[in-house]
């Protein structure tokens, strides 16, 4: 459309022109007219922000796709012990030694177990695959199931896909060293029984359920048996701003500090010890001496505003934090 | 694939897989280490907006038949003072919870905690068998059930009110640990009659605007009257027949003397700390100096030689030094010097013009009328200058007076017009401003050190 259409276009169509030139002007004048009160930015924490790919995000948090959101700590599973084979054998002996009914056969087996001892170490050369070594052996004893067993455990290292999890699962395993360790520490035990050891038919199933002890996420220092998205911070665990702001809120109701003289800077700590219940295990000792009779008024309605204010509603999984603290009352930018 | 694609990934970033491991273990040790070495956090309280404090003085127990009004009044004053001061927020009588009988005994603390108070006050007063009034008081801890203080008194049934404002005074004190300034009294220009014949008389009553006395009948004119420290004196300034001159009146016995003997006219005086001299602006051509005149030897000493205006000396209260209005620069400002005269410092650079300073009781501020765009208002200083703040601000209010305690201002407020001035008190924080009963119109006003 040229310049001179548009011309033309005002002069034929005056009507509709002045319309949408009015319309336009009516909503600039209220976009600027309306828009007087500019819009507060609410107050956010600090973040400290690192540059890592989307690849190592999904690594550290080790989260589940369907986890739950709020989940305070991570998901880690705790790496097994690799009791249920063992036991499974121990029992079985035990069980043996009082029926004597089908113990011949085992009896050899368990001399294999003793040849394998010296495998260990190789597997450990090995490492990377840990898992497997232990797998191997522990099938040995109950020779029917052994065929079938290893492929299970062969199965794991499938599991070892481009997924993201997955990925997190073979991380892991180089990381720990123990395993190996613990294997060796395992392998001594069966000999011990070998002797007593028998096949017991009906445990095949348990033979057929043992896998190889593992750790199924990589990050979370504690045991969490829920799935999560993963934390955002990593630090949940660790947000404790929500206890403080309970407790300043709750005595804060109780605080009638008196008025002070506008240079003084008072500041007065308690030691408080809370039980589980929120109520004060004893009085609040005052930390650090009062010299001014000032001081003294200031820390003596400090001090009732904490016995006045017991109990104290604070979430109990930061019991930790708060059965123990130091609450300092000073004054800020109150008094100007 | 997957296989290729392993290997490749392990093959590449094996020191970037390791690094976040690391970082992530890393971070699980930062969390947990700190957590138990912190067992005992800092948790910062501060208070949220100032609210005066609450408290119960409920009416004192009549120790006789014939002492209930005694008895009610006392708890008035002290609720009444308390109150005024801005500082606390008594209860009202209404919502107490108990009446208390057995002054002896601690209040019933459960029901009285609904209240949230942080004192309750319960007393007697008793007029014993030589006529006598006795008077005691117990201040509890509403939390722990322990007396704070406690007092008694004797004195003439008179003097009931000295007595409730002694008792505010201890509570002034056991609640915020500072002095109190209830058992003081201010002296004031009482104005009366239409405003071409205005009456001036100079009066005493107590802070509180009790107790009204007159000092001098109204025939000569009066202004500036001035406490000295000991209570019993009062230095003025009167137009006789002839100058205007300073005075010396003794309350007690109602004796006037002129201050010195100069040629000419002097005003703005005021006692020193402790009450032995009296400095004095004297009025010499078209300039005033400053003198100080001791008051047993009635020597004089000149302490500036200015070719300005110098008056409105105050003393520090260790009365090492001086301040005072000057308009030697220009405008009237705020000077400070040495008390035995020697270089001043000008201390007040605001815009506008600064006068009538005095320096408070505490020694932390000096209290000005500053004057500019229309306005005069009342302010504070720090004794360096530095920190001025305006407590209270419009038109004319003019001539602040310290309480004993440093924390309350007293100024006086004329709106002009047909109307006259009146007395107002505002703290230094400014927040608590409120007029002073007075029969009439009244200015000038001059606070007295406490009385006991």
Known sequence: MTSEDLMHFVRTRKGTFFSVALHVAVVCWGLFSFSARSMVAPVEDLVPVDVISEDNISKAKAGALLGKKDAQKLLADKIGEKKPTEDIVGKVDTKQVTETDAAPEPKPKPEKPVEKKPDPPKPVEKQPDTPKPLAEKKPDPPKPAPAEKPKPEEKKPDAFNPDQIASVLNKDKPKQPPKPQQTAAATPEPPKHKSERKYDAERISNLLNQKDPTRQAVTGPELNANASLGTKGGAAAENSASWIALFQQQVNRCWKPPYTSVDANPVVAFNVRLRRDGSLEGPPVPVGAANTPFLQSYRDSAQRAIIACAPYNLPAQYYDDWSFFQPVFNEDSRRT | ?452
Not at chain 2, 30 to 41: E, F, H, T, V
Not at chain 2, 135 to 149: I, Y
Not at chain 2, 258 to 270: C, D, E, T
Not at chain 2, 423 to 441: A, N
Request: one cysteine or more.
């Open chain 2, 1 to 452: 694939m997957n296989n290729s694609s392993e290997l490749r990934r392990s093959l590449i970033s094996p020191t970037r897989r390791e690094l976040i491991a690391g970082a992530v273990a890393l971070g699980a040790a930062g969390l947990g280490a700190p957590r138990s070495a912190l067992a005992q956090k800092q948790v910062p309280i501060q208070p949220g907006e100032f609210a005066p404090i609450p408290i119960a003085i409920p009416p004192f127990v009549p120790g006789g038949a014939g002492d209930g009004d005694v008895a009610n009044g006392i708890a008035q004053v002290i609720n009444n003072n308390l109150k005024r001061s801005g500082l606390f927020a008594p209860v009202d009588p209404a919502a107490f919870p108990e009446r208390i009988s057995n002054f002896d005994a601690p209040p019933q603390l459960a029901s009285w905690r609904p209240l949230n108070l942080q004192g309750i006050v319960t007393g007697r007063a008793t007029r014993q068998p030589d006529g006598r009034l006795k008077a005691e008081f117990r201040l509890w801890d509403p939390v722990s059930g322990q007396q704070r203080t406690g007092q008694q008194y004797v004195t003439a049934p008179e003097y009931w009110r000295r007595i409730a404002h002694i008792i505010s005074d201890q509570i002034y004190t056991a609640m915020l640990g500072e002095k109190g300034y209830f058992d003081s009294r201010v002296v004031f220009v009482d104005e009366s009659g239409p405003s071409e014949r205005r009456v001036k008389r100079l009066a005493l009553m107590d802070q509180d605007g009790a107790n009204v006395r007159y000092l001098t009948r109204g025939a000569d004119l009066v202004l500036t009257p001035r406490f000295s420290p000991s209570s019993q004196e009062i230095t003025y300034m009167e137009f006789g027949q002839g100058d205007p001159r300073v005075y010396l009146f003794n309350i007690e016995t109602g004796q006037r003397e002129i201050v010195g003997n100069f040629p000419g006219m002097s005003f703005s005086p005021r006692f020193s700390p402790d009450g032995q001299r009296i400095i004095l602006s004297l009025q010499q051509g078209g300039n005033s100096n400053l003198f100080v005149m001791d008051l047993r030897s009635r020597s004089t000493t000149r302490l500036t030689d200015t070719p300005a205006i110098d008056t409105s000396p105050c003393y520090s209260p260790d009365g090492s030094q001086i301040c005072f209005e000057s308009d030697r620069g220009g405008k009237p400002q705020i000077y400070v010097m040495s008390a035995n005269g020697g270089n001043a410092q000008r201390i007040s650079f605001g815009e506008g013009s600064y006068s009538t300073p005095v320096w408070s009781p505490r020694g932390d501020y000096i209290a000005f009328t500053k004057q500019g765009g229309g306005q005069f208002a009342i302010g504070i200083m720090k004794t360096d200058g530095s920190g001025e703040r305006i407590l209270t601000a419009g038109f004319h209010n003019e001539g602040p007076t310290f309480s004993p305690n440093g924390r309350v201002l007293m100024f006086f407020r004329d709106p002009g017009g047909t109307a006259g001035p009146s007395l107002y008190s505002i703290d230094v924080s400014g927040r608590f401003e409120q007029k002073v009963p007075t029969p009439g119109y009244a200015s000038d006003p001059a606070w007295s050190p406490l009385l006991s």
